[in-house]
């Protein structure tokens, strides 16, 4: 049974920079899971922001691609979200997920993964 457990986020001025951390406890797979960052502004769906495959590589949404950076240590089963020239829009709550990868990859939807964060506040001002 996986836990995740989330740190980071606050509030930053439109171009500032932010980094969300989530730490995992041990995987029951092994090291088989997709790692993923969702976002969820208020009043609205949760989406997809980046996932990481088992081997490292990274998928973005078009709407952060050039400005996040996702990334994990595996050495201490950290996984990162790097949030580099924030905007408004950026704003809501951040959710890590955690799921064993399967056949349709791992930038998948919200209802594909089973273990969430708690979520972390990100806040952008004008």
């Known amino acids: 049974h996986v836990q995740l457990v989330q740190s980071g986020g606050g509030s930053v001025q439109q171009g500032g920079s932010l980094r969300l951390s989530c730490v995992a406890s041990?995987?029951?797979?092994?090291?088989?899971?997709?790692m993923a960052w969702f976002h969820q502004a208020p009043g609205k769906e949760r989406e997809r922001v980046a996932a990481?495959?088992?081997?490292?590589?990274?998928t973005y949404a078009p709407f952060v691609r050039g400005r996040f950076t996702i990334s994990k240590d595996n050495t201490n089963n950290t996984l990162y979200l790097h949030m580099n020239n924030l905007l408004p829009d950026d704003t809501g709550l951040y959710y890590c997920?955690?799921?064993?990868?399967?056949?349709?990859?791992?930038?998948?939807?919200?209802?594909?993964?089973?273990?969430w964060g708690q979520g972390t506040q990100v806040t952008v001002s004008s």
């Open positions: 997920a955690a799921d064993v990868r399967s056949v349709i990859g791992c930038f998948r939807p919200h209802w594909e993964f089973g273990y």
């Open positions: 041990e995987y029951k797979y092994g090291n088989n899971y997709c």
């Open positions: 990481i495959d088992v081997d490292g590589s990274g």
